[in-house]
């Protein structure tokens, strides 16, 4: 009897019968080395009961699960503007703010209120771009998003969302993780460790940049105190998808076969000695990493899409860009991956830059986004998956309705302070209210008044529509239950269909 097959009986001889499927998530007990081991040897696998080791949750942490409740879609998109887009040159048209047009900004205004950069005493900014009301509904779009307009009746804006936090880091960790301080799971974390994912050949949770990191760090994906084979696997949109995806030359599929037996074989012998669930983690990726040698390089080769699916999204070959992501989603959804998450880079509009000021940059940016997010609405609709699909847009926080001032002087371009009283995101697909439009700010944009959006409720509504409720979905770390929703959110049922 070799190692391997001992070591498979020591594993099956420990009892899984106390542990209740979701019990394990939790624990991330024993049993990735038995997926590997039936895997590579066929060890757990009969016809007689035609079982499937990587279908069996208690063998395998990313194995898919049902939602405890009814779940409206399966997999989630969310779209992050790294920086913080302006609603005010974007989706929020305020005609009064452009009567005040560089008048100073009232002092009721500043009073007590904490700005990254505003000192002394502003002038107002007015909308930087030119607004209409576009579709059935009637929502107001602005002329930076002409390919938007023909698909606003497909999402539903959220007018009133605040944050506590100005500053990117802290803001973009609250937005992802439900705190402001490291530590905590991300959002896809989470959802990939309630209900796994379909493709064991891929990764559940999957993230695609463009333009450069968040400010947070690599940590807006992380996993947290969530075992670590929850954390977002990252993939590029240019050259190999993932990096060593290929074996070294004179490296054969059977030889590298032979190298993960043996390297799972020691790993095993060292999980059973330490009980150390980032052990499983470990034998896990190199498991998924061996499967996916064969998948990922198809799923996320974009050249062997259609001409006009290519033209439709504007795609770049052998380019990082929001165009490839958002293609490259639409493909990771429709191999069943939990959650794919795009950061796009460069929306912070300060007055220090021509290049990233309202006027110009900003506009440069949602030319940038405009056509690719598009398609992919009109994309997902055509193959029937946008029913299934969430698709979430926004930023971290928005922008002032004065033009920033840095130590009491105006800045030389058109610019826009970090504001989190109210910003814009919008939410599509599965579930969603076609055409809504929930919550409004007064007359110059700087305070929502009506429905007012905490970050709490958004990630509590993402996942009602996955079929979770977000005060019962938990996990025990340093002895208390800890939620993605803290102690807050509510289900926004004003834009649920």
Same mark, same amino acid.
């Given at each position: 009897?070799?190692?391997?097959?001992?070591? +498979?009986?020591?594993?099956?001889? $420990?009892?899984?019968? +106390?542990?209740?499927?979701?019990?394990?998530?939790?624990?991330?007990?024993?049993? @990735?080395?038995?997926?590997?081991?039936?895997?590579?040897?066929?060890?757990?696998?009969?016809?007689?009961?035609?079982?499937?080791? @990587?279908?069996?949750?208690?063998?395998?942490?990313?194995?898919?699960?049902?939602?405890?409740?009814?779940?409206?879609?399966?997999?989630?998109?969310?779209?992050?503007?790294?920086?913080?887009?302006?609603?005010?040159?974007?989706?929020?048209?305020?005609?009064?703010?452009?009567?005040?047009?560089?008048?100073?900004?009232?002092?009721?205004? @500043?009073?007590?209120?904490?700005?990254?950069?505003?000192?002394?005493?502003?002038?107002?900014?007015?909308? $930087?771009?030119?607004?209409?009301?576009?579709?059935?509904?009637?929502?107001?779009?602005?002329?930076?998003?002409?390919?938007?307009?023909?698909?606003?009746?497909?999402?539903?804006?959220?007018?009133?969302?605040?944050?506590?936090?100005?500053?990117?880091?802290?803001?973009?960790?609250?937005?992802?993780?439900?705190?402001?301080?490291?530590?905590?799971?991300?959002?896809?974390?989470?959802?990939?460790?309630?209900?796994?994912?379909?493709?064991?050949?891929?990764?559940?949770?999957?993230?695609?940049?463009?333009?450069?990191?968040?400010?947070?760090?690599?940590?807006?994906?992380? +996993?947290?105190?969530?075992?670590?084979?929850?954390?977002?696997?990252?993939?590029?949109?240019?050259?190999?998808?993932?990096?060593?995806?290929?074996?070294?030359?004179?490296?054969?599929?059977?030889?590298?076969?032979?190298?993960?037996?043996?390297?799972?074989?020691?790993?095993?012998?060292?999980?059973? +000695?330490?009980?150390?669930?980032?052990?499983?983690?470990?034998?896990?990726?190199?498991?998924?990493?061996?499967?996916?040698?064969?998948?990922?390089?198809?799923?996320?080769?974009?050249?062997?899409?259609?001409?006009?699916?290519?033209?439709?999204?504007?795609?770049?070959?052998?380019?990082?860009?929001?165009?490839?992501?958002?293609?490259?989603?639409?493909?990771?959804?429709?191999?069943?991956?939990?959650?794919?998450?795009?950061?796009?880079?460069?929306?912070?509009?300060?007055?220090?830059?021509?290049?990233?000021?309202?006027?110009?940059?900003?506009?440069?940016?949602?030319?940038?986004?405009?056509?690719?997010?598009?398609?992919?609405?009109?994309?997902?609709?055509?193959?029937?998956?946008?029913?299934? &699909?969430?698709?979430?847009?926004?930023?971290?926080?928005?922008?002032?309705?004065?033009?920033? &001032?840095?130590?009491?002087?105006?800045?030389?371009?058109?610019?826009?302070?970090?504001?989190?009283?109210?910003?814009?995101?919008?939410?599509?697909?599965?579930?969603?209210?076609?055409?809504?439009?929930?919550?409004?700010?007064?007359?110059?944009?700087?305070?929502?008044?009506?429905?007012?959006?905490?970050?709490?409720?958004?990630?509590? &509504?993402?996942?009602?529509?996955?079929?979770?409720?977000?005060?019962?979905?938990?996990?025990?770390?340093?002895?208390?239950?800890?939620?993605?929703?803290?102690?807050?959110?509510?289900?926004?049922?004003?834009?649920?269909?």
């Amino acid at each position: 009897m070799t190692d391997l097959e001992k070591l +498979s009986i020591e594993l099956k001889s $420990q009892s899984l019968a +106390s542990t209740t499927r979701r019990h394990f998530i939790k624990d991330c007990a024993l049993g @990735l080395g038995g997926i590997a081991l039936s895997s590579l040897m066929g060890a757990c696998t009969s016809s007689k009961n035609n079982y499937d080791p @990587l279908l069996n949750r208690a063998l395998n942490p990313l194995a898919p699960l049902p939602p405890p409740h009814f779940a409206k879609v399966k997999s989630v998109i969310y779209l992050h503007m790294v920086g913080a887009p302006s609603q005010l040159e974007m989706f929020d048209y305020k005609p009064e703010l452009a009567k005040l047009h560089n008048q100073p900004c009232p002092t009721s205004l @500043l009073n007590g209120k904490k700005f990254a950069f505003i000192r002394g005493v502003p002038n107002m900014l007015g909308p $930087q771009a030119e607004f209409e009301q576009v579709g059935d509904s009637g929502n107001w779009v602005s002329d930076n998003l002409p390919h938007f307009k023909t698909v606003v009746d497909e999402v539903a804006f959220l007018k009133a969302v605040h944050t506590d936090q100005f500053n990117h880091g802290p803001a973009q960790l609250l937005m992802h993780t439900g705190s402001s301080r490291f530590g905590r799971p991300s959002l896809g974390s989470w959802v990939t460790y309630g209900l796994g994912t379909e493709n064991q050949n891929l990764p559940g949770f999957v993230v695609l940049t463009s333009g450069g990191t968040p400010d947070a760090g690599k940590s807006v994906w992380g +996993s947290g105190f969530l075992p670590s084979v929850y954390q977002g696997v990252q993939c590029r949109s240019k050259g190999d998808p993932v990096l060593y995806l290929k074996d070294p030359q004179g490296v054969s599929r059977s030889l590298k076969k032979q190298v993960l037996e043996s390297i799972n074989a020691i790993n095993y012998k060292d999980y059973l +000695s330490y009980q150390d669930p980032e052990i499983l983690t470990r034998i896990n990726q190199y498991e998924m990493a061996y499967r996916m040698q064969i998948t990922v390089p198809e799923v996320m080769n974009i050249n062997t899409e259609p001409d006009y699916i290519k033209s439709l999204y504007g795609v770049e070959p052998g380019k990082e860009s929001f165009a490839n992501n958002c293609l490259l989603a639409r493909k990771m959804v429709e191999e069943g991956v939990r959650f794919v998450q795009l950061y796009d880079w460069g929306w912070d509009s300060h007055g220090t830059d021509h290049g990233t000021a309202v006027d110009l940059g900003l506009k440069n940016k949602c030319r940038q986004i405009d056509r690719p997010i598009t398609a992919l609405l009109l994309d997902l609709k055509q193959r029937g998956l946008l029913d299934q &699909t969430l698709i979430v847009w926004g930023g971290e926080f928005g922008r002032t309705p004065m033009q920033e &001032t840095r130590e009491g002087k105006t800045m030389q371009y058109k610019g826009r302070d970090h504001h989190g009283e109210a910003f814009t995101m919008w939410l599509a697909g599965g579930g969603i209210k076609k055409g809504a439009s929930y919550g409004q700010t007064d007359e110059i944009g700087y305070s929502g008044v009506e429905g007012r959006v905490s970050v709490h409720d958004i990630q509590a &509504t993402i996942l009602h529509l996955l079929g979770f409720n977000h005060e019962e979905f938990t996990f025990d770390f340093q002895g208390r239950p800890f939620r993605l929703t803290d102690v807050e959110g509510t289900i926004l049922n004003q834009i649920l269909a």
